[in-house]
């Protein structure tokens, strides 16, 4: 049973460019959350979503980014004009019910602006 | 006033040794408890949920205290596969399914 895939695992980008993250659930999952890490911080909460909805995105930036979770296909993570403050490592993670249960986390991608 | 607060250590320790790691959270409606694993840039992978009982695996000890908020995670007889950073987790309830990360404690065991 494949984990959670995440790709690419290393991203760079200029500033002012577009930045698109892909993440395909475990099998069998169909909850989606996505988590930023800053370099030397904890993770942080961006966005819950289930396939065509976006249940909580009480984390994410006001401005320039954006998530959805088609009815096929990955969930994605875009971020629109990057600036060198979106450096971070971007962490996917699912699970079956989106009950208070574990989160099963993808490798990451590791976004660089330049 | 941070939702989940750790000492970010560095925890240095001799293999062998016993170490303990603290936590608090602060809103008392938070609804499951976690200590993840992290690896030097890899992604958290879960080490075990904690629930008011306690439970154990194997080297491992976890403890919950609702009334104080307080988790901890116990290690026995450290090897030197168990140096990583830990992090305690919480799921904050009221209907948010998020994880909340506190910002992890790092652990290194000298041989």
């Known amino acids: 049973n494949a984990g959670v895939m995440q790709n690419p695992r290393h991203l760079v980008r200029r500033r002012g460019q577009e930045a698109r993250l892909r993440c395909s659930p475990m099998?069998?999952?169909?909850?989606v959350y996505w988590y930023r890490q800053l370099p030397e911080e904890g993770l942080k909460f961006m966005v819950y979503?289930?396939?065509?909805?976006?249940?909580?995105e009480s984390g994410m930036p006001k401005e320039r980014f954006s998530a959805e979770f088609p009815k096929e296909g990955p969930s994605i993570l875009r971020i629109q004009q990057v600036v060198r403050g979106d450096s971070a490592a971007y962490f996917c993670?699912?699970?079956?019910?989106?009950?208070?249960?574990?989160?099963?986390f993808g490798p990451g991608t590791r976004l660089t602006v330049l | 006033r941070k939702e989940v607060e750790q000492d970010p250590g560095p925890f240095n320790v001799p293999e062998g040794a016993t170490v303990a790691f603290n936590c608090t959270y602060s809103?008392?409606?938070?609804?499951?408890f976690f200590w993840y694993r992290q690896d030097c840039r890899k992604e958290p992978k879960l080490l075990m949920s904690?629930?008011?009982s306690g439970n154990e695996d194997g080297r491992f000890t976890a403890q919950l205290n609702r009334a104080s908020q307080y988790i901890s995670l116990l290690i026995r007889d450290s090897k030197l596969s168990d140096s990583a950073t830990y992090l305690c987790?919480?799921?904050?309830?009221?209907?948010?399914?998020?994880?909340?990360f506190g910002q992890g404690t790092r652990l290194t065991i000298n041989p």
């Open positions: 993670a699912s699970n079956p019910s989106g009950s208070y249960n574990e989160q099963f």
């Open positions: 099998k069998g999952h169909s909850h």
């Open positions: 979503l289930q396939k065509e909805n976006i249940i909580d």
């Open positions: 809103n008392s409606a938070s609804q499951s």
């Open positions: 904690v629930y008011s």
């Open positions: 987790v919480v799921n904050p309830g009221q209907g948010a399914q998020k994880l909340v």
